[in-house]
């Protein structure tokens, strides 16, 4: 992947995108724009990592519909995905994660039980809340970005 080391320009875009999601990184501007292409080179996104970035865009969906008065109703994301997602190595289901994870799940599942006498909104909140939870000590990182999915 030499090419990155050709195109500064192509390569700060891409990196830009990654600097919002990788669990290393808080949003910060890069100090040196060549050390963290470097690190672009190195990044391969795990299974679990992938599929933690189409519950984050499926989420933000979600706040859309509901914000404009809408009553989402489909769950196109397998959670059970969760137990069974390769992580990027070095990370594991520690005890944080074990504590979380089926709370979360549920807390997905009840987003969309129209037949539900909680609020959407609070049922929203105390899903993203249940993110928020498990990232707590498991990757930092995206906190920020998982925040701006609350609804205020
Ligand atoms: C049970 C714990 C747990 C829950 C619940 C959880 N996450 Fe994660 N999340 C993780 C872990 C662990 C990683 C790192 C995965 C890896 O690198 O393999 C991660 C990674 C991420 C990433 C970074 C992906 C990348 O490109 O490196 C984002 C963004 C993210 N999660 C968003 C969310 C959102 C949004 C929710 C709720 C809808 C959520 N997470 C729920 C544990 C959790």
Redesign the pocket.
């Known amino acids: 992947m030499a090419f990155y080391y050709n195109n500064k320009s192509l390569g700060f875009i891409l990196l830009t995108g ?1 600097l ?4 290393k990184n808080e949003e910060k501007a890069p100090e040196s724009a060549t050390k963290k292409v470097i690190e672009y080179e190195m990044y391969q ?6 599929f ?2 189409a ?2 865009a ?2 933000e969906q979600l706040k859309t519909k509901i914000v404009a008065g809408e009553t989402p109703s489909a769950m196109p994301l397998d959670l059970l995905k ?1 137990h069974s ?4 190595s070095g ?1 594991s289901r520690t005890e ?3 504590s ?2 089926n709370v ?1 799940i549920e807390s ?1 599942n009840t987003i969309i039980d129209t037949l539900s006498n909680l609020e959407l909104k609070e049922r929203f909140n105390a ?2 809340n ?2 928020l ?3 707590k000590t ?2 930092t ?2 906190i920020p ?2 925040k701006k ?1 609350l609804i205020q």
């Open positions: 990654l919002i999601y990788n669990c996104p795990s299974e679990m990592a992938n933690m970035n519950m984050y499926y989420n969760l997602a390769e992580m990027t990370k944080n994660w074990q979380f994870v979360f997905q899903s993203i249940n993110c939870g498990c990232h498991e990757c990182g995206p970005k998982i999915l």
